[in-house]
């Protein structure tokens, strides 16, 4: 039998700490786990827009895997349209089919989120201002996770559509509230943590825009050709990514030109704590996350046992 998840159904579940959770223990086990190795798909279409496949998402303990199909289709809304699939480990019989908009914001947000936290400088009294570029629904879960563990005095926003700016500052605002602001670099400007989820092709930020002791997410470097940052600001900085083999051949790094010896750390060594994630108060640190199957998995593998647990979704027999 099948359990269909959709938004609402994935809504009702999820719980920001328990998928944070969730995730941290996936970046902490997942590098040292033997197994296949991640694959991500990708292939433009001969429409305005492009498809994209993630599988294995395998990991240590999970009696099961994922496959995820997406459909990318910039003009959209939402920009993102696919299926998660749950697969029994020991036969493969599908578990359940997840909405992959929605798991995929919440696990990429998330994540996002957790690496922003590690690798920003300490603000135990929130005093930090914090800022956004792009106001959509990846950057919506990326503040929900901050909010979490971290507090913000303010935060400042950019967005292509100055309603929606304004819409997520209010919604999202720090102790003083939220501003809209009017580029990228005004926000860059104003911030201590910067958040970018855009679909650029070209840098929205270099390194004069930044400062010592900032920290920047970028997560506009999931597919070739889409760029946030420029070359100068990823060599200047500490560069750490999620996954150095996929970084290095279409992530950050590698759309700007530089070889994989640009990265500095991986996530998971951080979290584990094999590599430092900031050597100073003056570093100028960067996460630049691709995303990857096991990811889905243990956000969707928490969500199948909890829906279940509930009574919620549609369970259907695909092969009756």
């Given amino acids: 039998m099948t359990r269909i998840l959709t938004r609402s159904d994935l809504l009702a579940v999820l719980d920001p700490a328990a998928c944070l959770e969730a995730l941290a223990d996936g970046f902490r086990t997942v590098a040292a786990a033997a197994g296949a190795a991640g694959q991500r798909v990708r292939t433009d279409l001969p429409f305005a827009g492009t498809a994209t496949a993630l599988l294995p998402g395998l990991l240590p303990g999970v009696p099961a895997y994922t496959v995820k199909v997406n459909a990318k289709f910039p003009g959209a809304a939402p920009a993102l349209r696919g299926v998660v699939c749950l697969h029994a480990g020991a036969d493969g019989e599908l578990l359940a089919l997840l909405d992959s908009a929605t798991l995929t914001a919440w696990r990429t947000g998330l994540a996002a989120a957790l ?5 920003a400088a300490p603000d135990p009294a929130g005093d930090a201002v914090l800022g956004v570029v792009g106001a959509g629904a990846q950057a919506d879960l ?4 901050l909010r979490r563990v971290r507090t913000f005095r303010e935060i400042v926003v950019h967005d292509t559509d100055p309603a929606r700016a304004g819409a997520f500052a209010a919604r999202h605002g720090g102790r003083t509230g939220g501003r809209v602001l009017d580029s990228a670099r005004t926000v860059a400007a104003a911030a201590d943590v910067v958040l970018l989820a855009t679909w650029a092709r070209d840098p929205l930020l270099s390194l004069a825009d930044t400062r010592p002791g900032q920290h920047l997410t970028s997560l506009g470097a999931d597919e070739p050709g889409k760029r946030e940052l420029a070359p100068d600001l ?3 900085s500490f560069l750490v990514v999620d996954d150095l083999a996929l970084a290095a051949a ?5 759309t700007a030109g530089l070889p994989a010896s640009a990265v500095d750390a991986v996530l998971g060594d951080v979290l584990r704590g094999a590599r430092p994630g900031r050597t100073g108060p003056g570093d100028l640190t960067v996460y630049a996350p691709v995303g990857l199957p096991w990811q889905d998995l243990a956000v969707a ?3 199948y046992r909890t829906a279940a647990e509930r009574g919620l979704g549609t369970v259907v027999d695909l092969l009756g």
């Fill in 115 to 119: 690496g922003t936290h590690v690798l």
């Fill in 234 to 236: 990823l060599r200047a």
């Fill in 250 to 254: 279409s992530g950050a790094p590698a």
């Fill in 142 to 145: 990326m503040v929900a996770g």
């Fill in 301 to 303: 593998w928490w969500a």
